[in-house]
């Protein structure tokens, strides 16, 4: 008996997963209903207001836009165009004892790394091009579209393909499959060099959500060398490719409702369709549903997502952050940053320390990293901040969410000013005076994250060896069109993994997706034959 085709789909959660998905599915003539809790496209790469400031919520600079790109082919094929600007020098990371350049470069970033870690210099190189080769066969393998786990014939051929055109590359990252980042390190007697560990754990905090002793050595590499593929940043910023992505969802022809927060979500057996059921009095009936929130759609025990052994629960390992939004003066700034102009000038400062995951709940977890905003305040004719002019900053750092939740009322504002405190400290260490700048503040945490974004955590599951080679989520689910996409599930964490899943998982929907035997004309707005 032949199952009921798949015409209607609603997509809950509108960040880069969700967005995707829409925009694939749409494309293929599928109706599509995009709920979005919050007021504005973009998930943890999007922004909320609070008391009329705008903050975004995570995300700054985007990967894979360089020309044959993976996230430029997502968004040619499904019709996205937005300016953007190039960013060579990334970031800053201040060690104790010394500060590394993190630049686009290739060639910039290996004298980098020889000058930054002079001590053991011909062994970091040697680590480093071990790093570039097994990125290189990890960012081929995401380029050919092959999902793990492997739940249909699709990714079998893709992967079967990919490793037959590039078998060299494939085999340099097959050889440490399940190896961490610590246990390439050993290999190149790195492991007890401290400046360039500390260096590593900093990077790979941010990027994959763990440290070099549980990340696992494949998806690592492409995280710690995805810089030298190109930096990009969005005219507009995140949020405006976020947006651009909707607009053109609706261009298609999607339902997108925003401030619409799913709180029902049953399915018939006679109908063969989920129907979900909205705050704002709206009900859905559809064929099959992609959650892309991260989290359980509903917080009914029967909810089709829930229980700990849901394919789509989320680690308790799962980090939140804490985030200080900054007003600096321009005097600040200059000290700070110098001039924006200069090329030695990074977009944002990473400050790291002993402060990783061992680190009790009194304090913020890893590094802190500091964001400068451009273009958000006044400037002098020079391009430079000048006078009292008041410069936008983000700083943020990682923090256990559990440890926010339910706390009484003064505890809570006790811990935000142990926090707020600590991170100050940190900052005026590596950057003396910087928090005497502060003209004004706001401070964030995970209470904040889950009041307008709808959970707690950020940043994915941790990229350890279980989550990403041995048992990754994937797509599909056990309950009936009922599938998965966003950061939690592979590829993992990023805005560039976010939308690929997305792409994995309306390809589980409509298999026609990712075949190049249609393209979109763009003056029709419809699918044609080569």
């Not at 007021?39 to 020309?67: C, D």
């Not at 607009?247 to 029902?264: I, K, Y």
């Not at 057996?269 to 989290?295: M, P």
């Not at 005026?428 to 904040?448: C, I, K, N, Q, W």
């Amino acid at each position: 008996m032949r199952s009921r085709p798949i015409r209607s789909v609603a997509v809950v959660g509108a960040g880069m997963g969700g967005l995707t998905a829409s925009l694939y599915l749409a494309q293929r003539g599928h109706e599509v209903f995009l709920l979005e809790r919050a007021k504005y496209p973009g998930g943890t790469a999007g922004f909320y207001t609070k008391r009329g400031m705008v903050y975004p919520t995570g995300a700054t600079l985007t990967f894979g836009l360089e020309p044959g790109g993976l996230f430029a082919s997502i968004l040619q094929e499904v019709g996205v165009h937005l300016p953007l600007s190039p960013v060579n020098h990334v970031m800053d990371v201040r060690l104790p004892d010394r500060n590394v350049p993190v630049v686009a470069s290739r060639a910039e970033w290996l004298e980098a790394l020889k000058t930054s870690f002079p001590e053991r210099a011909s062994q970091v190189v040697r680590f480093w091009r071990a790093v570039e080769k097994t990125a290189q066969a990890a960012y081929l393998f995401a380029k050919a579209r092959a999902a793990l786990p492997v739940q249909a014939r699709e990714d079998f051929l893709h992967i079967l393909a990919t490793m037959a055109a590039n078998r060299s590359l494939l085999g340099f990252g097959v050889q440490r499959l399940r190896a961490t980042v610590a246990d390439a390190l050993r290999e190149f007697h790195l492991d007890d060099y401290g400046p360039f560990r500390l260096f590593i754990d900093a990077q790979l905090f941010d990027a994959v959500q763990t440290t070099s002793e549980w990340a696992a050595w494949l998806p690592s590499c492409l995280a710690l060398d995805i810089y030298r593929y190109g930096v990009w940043l969005p005219q507009g910023g995140v949020p405006a490719l976020a947006a651009a992505m909707a607009d053109r969802a609706r261009t298609l022809g999607v339902h997108v409702l925003f401030s619409n927060t799913v709180t029902d979500a049953t399915y018939s057996h006679a109908s063969k369709q989920w129907c979900l059921r909205t705050n704002r009095g709206h009900e859905l009936c559809v064929d099959a549903v992609v959650n892309a929130t991260g989290t359980r759609v509903t917080a009914q025990t029967d909810e089709p997502v829930s229980g700990d052994t849901s394919a789509s629960q989320v680690s308790g390992a799962q980090w939140g952050a804490v985030r200080v939004d900054a007003l600096m003066s321009g005097q600040g700034v200059q000290e700070a940053w110098f001039h924006r102009d200069d090329a030695r000038v990074p977009f944002a400062i990473q400050i790291a320390d002993d402060a990783f995951v061992d680190a009790p709940y009194e304090r913020p977890c890893g590094p802190l990293y500091i964001t400068f905003h451009p273009g958000e305040a006044a400037e002098g004719d020079s391009g430079a901040p000048t006078g009292d002019h008041a410069i936008r900053i983000t700083v943020s750092a990682h923090t256990r969410p559990h440890d926010w939740l339910n706390l009484p009322k003064a505890m809570y504002h006790e811990r935000k000013q142990r926090y707020l405190q600590d991170m100050f400290e940190r900052i005026d260490r590596r950057l003396p005076h910087f928090s005497e700048h502060m003209v004004a503040y706001s401070m964030g945490t995970p209470l904040t994250y889950a009041r307008y974004l709808n959970k707690a955590w950020v940043g994915g599951v941790p990229l350890t060896v279980a989550n990403a080679i041995s048992r990754p989520r994937g797509p599909k689910t056990p309950w009936p069109r009922w599938y998965l996409a966003g950061d939690t599930v592979f590829p993992g964490p990023g805005m560039l993994s976010a939308a690929l899943s997305g792409f994995f998982a309306a390809r589980s929907i409509d298999p026609r997706i990712g075949q190049r035997a249609y393209k979109v004309d763009e003056s029709a707005n419809s699918l044609v034959r080569r």
